[in-house]
């Protein structure tokens, strides 16, 4: 078996609907390929990693990069997402081939890190990636006694090109104050407050208006916000995620401090 890996600035539309099927049709969830993934339409740096037998695709990835503070200087880190192999071909190294280019490319040009997303951390560990994530996900439930601020002016408009959808999610949308905004996805079970910024208090009061009792939030370990909401009777339960991985291309990199200068939350997930 002859296997070609090929690296590409676009995806092809073979990827795109290989990808399609394994992550969305079958598991019967999903809107459209651009509602979930804007940024590959918008320009934003991508790539990705093909492998094909006599140009049949047989497996692929895709990397967004993003560019993140990291002290004094800028550093690149690459998120991946949407590994997949053809069933007929799992089991022949063919995810290792696809990494080690991944790698290998992700080196030339000058990445600080790798990371994903997976809650099979044992194939990833093989490849050298480890376990940090200091996100939290679960539900918060407003009290009796908390009312709605009543007259926050505020606006709703559509998530902007460079945030994309995660799988599960049938909408999102940004809602503006004066002085604060919160980004809310919504499942077919409740809404998720997945970003927000403004004061506790501001932001707080635009959930009071926004939101139902209860909702769920994905937000991160010693949250000034969630403390806030406790602090005002609001109940909540939330628990480790566990899911996002990396990969050092860099010695000198912590990853503790690059995911606590830079806000790795749900919608960053490919």
């Given at each position: 078996m ?7 600035d676009r ?5 795109k ?9 079958s598991?019967?969830r999903?809107l459209?390929?651009?509602?979930h993934f804007p940024?590959i339409?918008s320009?934003t740096?991508?790539?990705?990693v093909?492998?094909?037998e006599?140009?049949?695709?047989i497996?692929?990835l895709i990397v967004r990069?993003?560019e993140?503070c990291y ?5 690149l880190i690459?998120?991946i997402?949407?590994?997949?192999v053809?069933?007929?071909?799992r089991?022949k190294?063919?995810a ?17 890190a790798?990371?994903l997303?997976?809650n099979?951390?044992?194939?990833y560990e ?11 996900s679960g ?12 007259g926050?002016?505020?606006?709703c ?5 460079h945030i ?11 809602y503006?104050?004066?002085e ?9 079970n409740?809404?998720?407050?997945s970003?927000w910024?403004g004061?506790?208090?501001?932001v707080c009061s635009l959930?009071?208006d ?22 005002l009777?609001y ?8 899911l ?6 860099k010695?000198?990199l912590?990853i503790t ?5 830079s806000?790795?939350n749900i919608?960053?997930?490919?």
């Amino acid at each position: 078996m002859t296997v070609n890996i090929v690296v590409d600035d676009r995806i092809s539309n073979d990827f795109k609907n290989f990808a399609w099927n394994i992550f969305f049709k079958s598991k019967g969830r999903g809107l459209t390929f651009e509602q979930h993934f804007p940024w590959i339409q918008s320009g934003t740096s991508f790539w990705t990693v093909e492998a094909r037998e006599n140009e049949r695709l047989i497996g692929g990835l895709i990397v967004r990069e993003l560019e993140i503070c990291y002290g004094s200087r800028v550093e690149l880190i690459g998120c991946i997402g949407l590994v997949c192999v053809d069933s007929l071909y799992r089991g022949k190294g063919i995810a290792n081939q696809l990494f080690k280019t991944l790698i290998e490319t992700a080196s030339i040009k000058k990445y600080g890190a790798l990371t994903l997303w997976t809650n099979q951390h044992h194939i990833y560990e093989s490849k050298g990636f480890f376990v940090s994530d200091e996100s939290l996900s679960g539900t918060v439930t407003a009290p009796e006694s908390v009312c709605h601020s009543l007259g926050t002016a505020f606006i709703c408009e559509n998530l902007p090109n460079h945030i994309g959808l995660p799988p599960f999610a049938i909408s999102g949308r940004i809602y503006k104050s004066k002085e604060a905004n919160i980004t809310v996805i919504r499942d077919h079970n409740s809404y998720i407050v997945s970003d927000w910024s403004g004061s506790d208090n501001n932001v707080c009061s635009l959930i009071k208006d926004v939101l139902p009792e209860s909702f769920r939030i994905h937000t991160q370990y010693k949250c000034s916000l969630v403390k806030f909401l406790s602090t005002l009777g609001y109940s909540i339960n939330l628990s480790p995620v566990n899911l996002q991985m990396w990969l050092k291309l860099k010695s000198d990199l912590e990853i503790t401090l690059i995911t606590k200068s830079s806000n790795f939350n749900i919608l960053n997930r490919i």
